[in-house]
């Protein structure tokens, strides 16, 4: 099976623009969680999307947000960009909602914001 | 708050030589334990859990780790490393009732010397 991947891998934008990013989970996969991270904040947990439905979501402002289609890809938004927002971006799948369902993660997207 | 720590920022080995990593939980009931692995330039992999039973669990690439309840603890261990475990070290925690929301330690990065 193909792994997670993610569109794309590297972006750089300006403060406040806004960006879209893509990833599609290991085929089968209903769930897709997203995180971000930092060399100071580390890994953090933005959101998580099962059958497309938000599920749990992290603590960050409304300006990040996402959404899951029904082929289980999922996309991630983050609007009025900040010097903050520059981070490496990874997607992560899993087969169903359990806890206990491993979790696969994608590459990565890695955003620079100027 | 429900977090993770990991006590070691940088871990300096030669080859051959033991390896332990540190990884504490704060108090928040029943957990799921993980150990992520980053190499240089590649994705998050997972390299072993524990959900319930022995709590000495064995991963990939010889790795293990030791749940100790006692002490809020999931270290892991490898008693031999190679050139080739040069990498990141990531401690993960879901705690039950968070909906999956995965709780990252902030990395151990091991560099094993030739």
């Known amino acids: 099976k193909a792994g997670v991947t993610q569109t794309p891998r590297y972006l750089i934008k300006t403060r406040g623009q806004q960006v879209t990013l893509s990833c599609s989970p290991i085929?089968?996969?209903?769930?897709v969680s997203w995180y971000q991270q930092t060399p100071g904040q580390g890994l953090q947990f933005l959101f998580e999307?099962?059958?497309?439905?938000?599920?749990n979501k992290g603590n960050f402002p409304g300006r990040f947000s996402g959404r899951q289609f029904s082929n289980s890809r999922s996309e991630m938004n983050v609007s009025t960009l900040e010097l903050g927002d520059s981070a490496l971006y990874l997607c992560?799948?899993?087969?169903?909602?359990?806890?206990?369902?491993?979790?696969?993660f994608g590459p990565g997207t890695r955003l620079t914001v100027l | 708050a429900q977090s993770v720590s990991q006590h070691n920022h940088h871990v300096i080995l030669s080859e051959a030589a033991s390896l332990e990593l540190g990884c504490n939980y704060s108090?928040?009931?029943?957990?799921?334990l993980f150990w992520y692995v980053q190499y240089p330039g590649q994705h998050l992999q997972l390299l072993l859990k524990?959900?319930?039973?022995?709590?000495l669990v064995k991963g990939i690439k010889g790795f293990e780790a030791e749940f100790i309840k006692s002490k809020f603890s999931f270290n892991l261990r490898k008693p031999s490393v190679q050139w080739s475990d040069t990498a990141e070290y990531f401690c993960?925690?879901?705690?039950?009732?968070?909906?999956?929301?995965?709780?990252f330690g902030a990395g151990t990065r091991l560099t094993v010397k030739p």
């Open positions: 992560a799948s899993r087969n169903g909602q359990a806890s206990t369902d491993t979790q696969y």
């Open positions: 085929s089968g996969h209903r769930s």
């Open positions: 999307y099962f059958s497309e439905t938000q599920r």
């Open positions: 108090y928040g009931g029943t957990v799921n």
């Open positions: 524990y959900f319930s039973g022995d709590p």
């Open positions: 993960a925690v879901i705690y039950e009732h968070s909906n999956n929301d995965m709780r």
